[in-house]
């Protein structure tokens, strides 16, 4: 039997409990967590439920879960990560991305949306069973260029709200602050990184060396490319010099 804390809609507990899988009395919630992981490669990190699970069985998610009686958000970071992936979570290199709060009829929940810096390979990792059967590494860019992954998770309630914060701070990590050389010769200083305000794609703000200094924009998907040159050379777009 799982018992949980209950909370107003202000994130206040009330003192009160109830029992996972009774409804809750009307204008109580209780917390949820999921966790967003991003290596040190821009990568995060994907698990596959079990294919004996009631709820979205064998469909790809992220870690997460709700938090037990006498827990906060971060304890419940750290058991539900423990527990299902088999390693502790970096909670020093952890932040709460979003909150969100849901009213439901059958009783609403308060969500804490995590994104924690941290390399832990595959093969360190124990799945819990019943629970979890894989897991996976995977540039946030390349779950929407699969259908399936796409759709399995976008049944999270939060994901197409989280997906684009994902994706910049992925791109961060891949495209550091600093002075870089385009293949053709020119230098710019890269000043930070964006989200494009209709297409939420992210965009690197950069600054030319030259010229008169104009300050300008770029898909981030493209800084990193390798172009082909006349010779038939591939070489990178841009090149970073000092970080």
């Not at 906060?72 to 058991?79: G, I, K, Q, T």
Request: hydrophobic share 35%; charged share 30%; net charge negative.
């Amino acid at each position: 039997m799982e018992i949980w804390d209950l909370y107003d809609e202000h994130g206040k507990k009330t003192g009160e409990t109830d029992v996972r899988g009774e409804k809750l009395p009307e204008g109580r919630y209780h917390l949820v967590v999921d966790i967003l992981f991003l290596n040190s490669k821009g990568e995060t990190l994907l698990q596959r439920r079990a294919k004996e699970k009631e709820n979205m069985p064998d469909i790809w998610s992220v870690t997460g879960g709700s938090a037990v009686a006498g827990e906060d958000s971060v304890m419940a970071c750290v058991r539900e990560t423990e527990e299902e992936m088999g390693f502790t979570p970096d909670m020093k290199n952890a932040r709460v991305l979003m909150k969100e709060t849901h009213a439901r009829e059958e009783g609403g929940f308060l969500r804490d949306v995590w994104l924690i810096r941290q390399d832990v390979p595959i093969t360190q990792m124990t799945w819990q069973k019943g629970e979890v059967q894989d897991g996976m590494w995977i540039l946030p860019e390349k779950i929407r260029e699969d259908p399936r992954l796409w759709k399995e998770l976008n049944v999270l309630y939060f994901w197409k709200q989280a997906y684009p914060y994902l994706c910049l701070e992925s791109m961060r990590i891949r495209i550091p602050k600093g002075l870089y050389r385009h293949y053709k010769g020119n230098r710019y200083e890269v000043l930070g990184l964006c989200l494009h305000s209709e297409t939420e794609e992210p965009m690197v703000i950069y600054k030319a060396l030259y010229g008169f200094g104009e300050i300008w924009t770029r898909p981030a998907s493209m800084w990193n490319e390798e172009v082909t040159l006349p010779d038939g050379k591939t070489a990178r777009r841009f090149t970073l010099e000092k970080g």
